[in-house]
């Protein structure tokens, strides 16, 4: 049954970027569902098997997760005192009782409960995933595939993306009549999506790579060979992982997203460090093994990287129209800081305090940590 489950969940994560990336209520709701359904039959089926589960993350993460939850229920609920409520719902009822409406509005903390109880599922389901991968990756050879499943996926998609971006080719059947511009984003809406996945499934990749070059082989009796024949049989072990890499490498460079990118070489650096720091008992490939990944990277980003290092180049930090949209949003921030406007109502808070003027509607703050 846990290999079924695993089965499941490798491809709900493989299939759930295919529709926009998830993007839209139907497909989000759709993989909450799926995800839901896998972990009730996770815990019917291990319920009474101790061996089989094992123990959540560290409790400190577990209670501060556990209270950002129940803070949301709280913003969503109508048994908050008056005070805590905000000003709107009784300006909202006021209006309407002037329009002969007997029954008054009832208050939130949240300016838009539909959308706190929508942002909370999809918070809850991300949540699912991550527990399920957490219990069903103890298993090592399930977690070995696990890597090997998201390279292969990754690499599907970024391979897919940098055919729309060279060939020139538009894919009606996903992207609609949205003009969208020239940069990699496989079948994301957005550019800046697209590229935090990819950014994951090349850690996966070379994770996956560094496993596949120091898995030892097992041989009935041992042969001493040349260094000619050791760099042969490396190459010969390595370039399929390695032309993985290439690929997606390429493909994230040429989403020309700085964050992204910014983002996705830190963690990269980070694993390499780990990785090397972990192969002690066989430091010589090891660390071959590592710096071949990098080398290969660094190739792909050097190749490819000029509009990428174009953009960085000429970033003006007094002209980026993001930075005045954190000023907004930590304007707004320090208006209410303890009660907050609701969780998932950026959309709605932010006109409050938007001095931007441009007609758009910002529903991101392109900052997660200000945005929530």
């Known amino acids: 049954m846990n290999r079924t489950l695993f089965i499941g969940l490798m491809l709900l994560v493989s299939l759930a970027p295919l529709p926009l990336g998830s993007n839209r209520e139907w497909s989000w709701s759709l993989c909450a569902l799926i995800v839901s359904v896998l972990a009730v039959v996770w815990v019917l089926a291990n319920i009474r098997k101790r061996g089989e ?53 009832p208050g939130y903390v949240s300016l838009s409960p539909d959308d706190g109880w929508m942002a909370l599922m999809r918070l809850l389901s991300y949540a699912l995933v991550f527990l399920l991968a957490y219990q069903l990756g103890r298993d090592r050879t399930r977690a070995q595939t696990a890597f090997a499943w998201l390279t292969v996926v990754g690499l599907v998609y970024a391979v897919f993306g940098l055919y729309v971006y060279w060939s020139g080719y538009y894919p009606e059947w996903l992207f609609g009549g949205k003009v969208l511009a020239h940069d990699v984003r496989s ?59 290439l690929l997606m490498v390429t493909a994230l460079v040429l989403t020309h997203s700085r964050g992204g990118f910014t983002a996705a070489l830190c963690g990269t650096l980070v694993l390499l460090y780990v990785l090397d720091r972990r192969g002690a008992g066989r430091k010589g490939l090891s660390r071959v093994s590592v710096i071949t990944a990098l080398v290969v990277a660094s190739i792909s980003f050097y190749l490819t ?61 392109h900052n997660t940590w200000l945005e929530d």
């Open 53 to 105: 589960v094992s123990r959540l993350p560290h409790g400190v993460i577990a209670s501060l997760f556990a209270v950002a939850v129940s803070w949301a229920l709280v913003q969503m609920a109508t048994w908050t005192p008056a005070t805590w409520q905000h000003p709107l719902w009784s300006l909202a009822s006021e209006t309407l009782a002037t329009e002969s409406l007997s029954i008054p509005l």
């Open 187 to 245: 079948t994301f809406i957005n550019r800046n999506h697209f590229v935090t996945w990819q950014g994951l499934t090349l850690l996966c990749a070379i994770a996956w790579f560094y496993q596949h070059m120091a898995r030892p082989e097992v041989m009935p009796y041992f042969v001493p060979k040349t260094r000619d024949a050791r760099v042969e049989d490396f190459i010969l072990k390595a370039w399929k992982p390695l032309m993985a890499v």
């Open 305 to 365: 990287s000029e509009v990428l290092m174009d953009r960085i180049e000429h970033t003006d930090l007094s002209s980026e129209e993001r930075l005045a949209i954190f000023a907004n949003v930590t304007q707004g921030i320090g208006a209410n800081p303890v009660l907050g406007f609701g969780y998932g109502t950026f959309a709605d808070s932010f006109r409050l305090y938007n001095n931007i003027e441009i007609p758009f509607l910002y529903d991101r703050a």
